[in-house]
T-cell receptor
Framework: DQQVKQNSPSLSVQEGRISILNCDYTNSMFDYFLWYKKYPAEGPTFLISISSIKDKNEDGRFTVFLNKSAKHLSLHIVPSQPGDSAVYFCAASAGDYKLSFGAGTTVTVRA | SQTIHQWPATLVQPVGSPLSLECTVEGTSNPNLYWYRQAAGRGLQLLFYSVGIGQISSEVPQNLSASRPQDRQFILSSKKLLLSDSGFYLC???????????FGAGTRLSVL
């Protein structure tokens, strides 16, 4: 049962433009959400998180938006850089320490 | 500073052989520890987690087991590997009450 879904397996964006990654979830008990970035053959790197009491969290070029009524979150990367080319995973937690992950979106930043 | 070590980076094992993957965390005490597996083209699947020495919770019944013999050491094992055990295995930790998990570099396991 996939409770966290990333419906776009890939995204191509031009360098300097905005990358928007989307994530949907089905479990209404999820109250904490995270985004990770992963390069091939490496472990995921934590990017940014957001609690369900907020609808936006920003950290440098990364902003996460949460729409609880739609059970939807998104990650905005502005401006996109070549080093941002990676697989991005969203994850969610339902009040405990376990995370449920989406399948990932592969971002390619074109020069 | 806190760091996580996971080894080996790559492992090729024959079907039916045993497995032992080790993960250690430095610079913290009493971390929560996790083992995940990523199959090709899939997300991360939680296999085991531990909130203390000797405390192991299993998320998915399968051919694997986990142990935590020391506070900052987490071991993933199998007595007899199956072809379906191939994948990318990741260890992660959280420093206590936070839910932000931090991952090791991973082990690519190929069972042939």
């Amino acid at each position: 049962d996939q409770q966290v879904k990333q419906n776009s397996p890939s995204l191509s964006v031009q360098e300097g433009r905005i990358s928007i990654l989307n994530c949907d979830y089905t479990n209404s008990m999820f109250d904490y959400f995270l985004w990770y970035k992963k390069y091939p053959a490496e472990g995921p790197t934590f990017l940014i998180s957001i609690s369900s009491i907020k609808d936006k969290n920003e950290d440098g070029r990364f902003t996460v938006f949460l729409n609880k009524s739609a059970k939807h979150l998104s990650l905005h990367i502005v401006p996109s850089q070549p080093g941002d080319s990676a697989v991005y995973f969203c994850a969610a937690s339902a009040g405990d320490y376990k995370l449920s992950f989406g399948a990932g979106t592969t971002v390619t930043v074109r020069a | 500073s806190q760091t996580i070590h996971q080894w080996p980076a790559t492992l090729v094992q024959p079907v039916g052989s045993p497995l032992s993957l080790e993960c250690t965390v430095e610079g913290t005490s009493n971390p929560n520890l996790y083992w995940y597996r990523q199959a090709a083209g899939r997300g991360l699947q939680l296999l085991f987690y531990s909130v203390g020495i000797g405390q192991i919770s299993s998320e998915v019944p399968q051919n694997l087991s986990a142990s935590r013999p020391q506070d900052r050491q987490f071991i993933l094992s199998s007595k007899k590997l199956l072809l379906s055990d191939s994948g990318f295995y990741l260890c992660a930790w959280t420093p206590g009450p936070t839910r932000d998990q931090y991952f090791g570099a991973g082990t690519r396991l190929s069972v042939l």
